[in-house]
């Protein structure tokens, strides 16, 4: 055995194992494919990102710090005839918040309440039960500086947005026509309702980057403009607007009336110049208005017309050939028996013409007219003139009225007619009919359109129409029910009438007093129809006023006194406009016949 090359014991000689020989290049190659792997999925990752699925990712990353938000377009305004502005948008700050992004801060929500003017609690009910949502409105329709100091607090999740608000300059005076519009500028009553189409404007889009508290922190870009709504220009005169509400309020107060209304029509076009109704309310305020205070009384309210119906009853028996403005009408004793019950006039007029008939009023003579003609005749006449029908104004809720159809009239239905009962009319409608006399037989329909353009349609002979002014001219003189709707320098031709109001157990002492005038007489301009619902004052000798030349008549004359010299219509009477006359005033001794001098049946009295 060589013990040579055996290790020596000793110290440091143990025997120890072989160490293992490390295996590095394959290390690296393992390490290698690892990276390469790596750099494999990362390239894959990068493909995927930015070539197979490129647009869904933009899109997710956009949706979480990108917004399109609208950009308020404003209302077309409203405009009167002159150009005059009755409804306008103003721009207003509305507050919105983020409930996901606010509710992570609920150390600022107190301050936030503040700044609104509300209580934390209050606030915590908006927001909670949206917590998931990422817009709520908190208060809309704010000053700009009153959200930009709500703005400068910097509340995460609580941002501003631009508005507008409507605003109606005129106020309570137009507010039946106009109507108004809701929170989000859309139309709910009157004109801004019918033509809310034309008004509404088209918003527009913007893009903008938020971060992630909600904050607006660059634009984008416009995606599109806003385009306001078109302009609208109505055929109302605020000038006569504002004239006809002033005078019917002072008319309402003094009579102590419950409602009333005035429409002012221009003869020729069919314009409306002026519709005012009381009681009113503020379109600028309404929150605390009554419903019936924002209808529009002339276009639905229906009424029986009383004696401003016998005007078309008188055309009618003209257009028949066999009565003249002259014809001799007996009227004697006052009273006439039809089917079992009397007819009165409120005294023995005695031996009338058919003039005289308008000119007293009387009930008598106008039933001896209508029982001489065919039921068929008179409907006939009455359908032309436009009543039983909408006026086509296009106002929302127009009523049609009650005018039935003549096979189911009797002998006591067609007597009630002929005195403006069991008919149901309008004060639109009652105003075309009577501008249609003045406009020599041709009926315009009315438009709240400035220029509308309409021609319109011939309803009656020219020539009856010009008789019909001639004989209404007389109950605005001495011997007329309606001297007191007398204007100086002017001729006026118009009716006056009174009608009972229907209660519960049928007509009560509750009246609604009228009148329907035309005025210049000459060459009418204007169609008027004054409406006071329920006068409730009495005169010294404690008897109640309601007739319509003692109530209504006064009020067509002051307001046709300021409408003809704001219009700068001259006098057609000038004679009459030097001598100066004071109007006529009601008799006031005890027992005096009022004004109006027409019976106001009851509505029969039946014959014992």
Sequence with gaps: ????????????????????????????????????????????????????????????????FQRDIPIAASRGMITDRNGEPLAISSPVESIWASPRVLLQHPEQRPALARALGMTPEALDERLLPRAERDFVWLRRHMAPAEAEAITALKIPG??????????????????????????????????????????????????????????????????????????????????????AFRELRRALAENQAEAG??????????????????????????????????????????FEPGSTFKSFIVAAALETGKVSPDTVIETWPGTLQVAGHTVRDVRNFGTLTTTGLLTKSSNVAAVKLALDMPAEHIHDVLRRFGFGETTGIGFPGEAAGVLPEPRSWSALSKATIAFGYGISVTPLQLAQAYAALGNGGRLVPPSFLK????????????????????????????????????ISGYRVAGKSGTSRKVGSGGYDRRYVSLFAGLV???????????????????DAAGNLVYYGGAVAAPVFGTIMEGALRLTDVAPDDVQQWYAATPRASAPSAPGALPLEAESVPGLFEATP
């Design 1 to 64: 055995m060589n013990w040579t090359s055996m290790p020596r014991a000793g110290k440091g000689n143990a025997l120890r194992p072989r160490a293992r020989q490390v295996d590095t290049r394959g290390r690296l190659k393992l390490v290698a494919a690892l990276l390469g792997l790596g750099c494999a999925s990362l390239v894959a990752r990068a493909v995927d990102l930015q070539l197979l699925h490129n647009e869904f990712y933009q899109r997710e990353g956009n949706a979480r």
């Design 158 to 243: 609580v941002g501003s947005q631009r508005e507008f608000r409507r605003f109606y300059p005129l106020g309570e005076p137009a507010a039946h026509v106009l109507g108004f519009t809701n929170i989000d500028d859309r139309g709910q009553e009157g004109l801004e309702l019918a033509y809310d189409d034309w008004l509404t404007g088209k918003p527009g889009v913007k893009r903008v980057i938020r971060d992630g508290a909600g904050r607006q922190i660059a634009s984008v870009d416009l995606i599109r403009a806003a385009e306001p709504g078109r302009p609208l220009a109505l055929s109302i005169d605020r000038r006569l607007q504002h004239l």
């Design 261 to 302: 209304s005035v429409v002012i029509l221009d003869v020729a076009t069919g314009e409306v110049l002026a519709m005012v109704n009381l009681p009113g309310y503020n379109p600028n305020a309404r929150e605390d208005s009554a419903a019936g205070a924002r209808r529009n009384r002339v276009v639905t309210d229906l």
């Design 451 to 486: 220029d509308p353009q309409t021609q319109g349609r011939d309803v009656i002979d020219p020539g009856i129409a010009n008789q019909m002014m001639r004989m209404l001219e007389t109950v605005i003189g001495p011997e007329g029910t309606a001297r007191r709707a007398a």
């Design 520 to 538: 210049p007489a000459s060459n009418p301009r204007f169609s008027v129809v004054v409406m006071v619902d329920d006068p409730s004052s009495r």
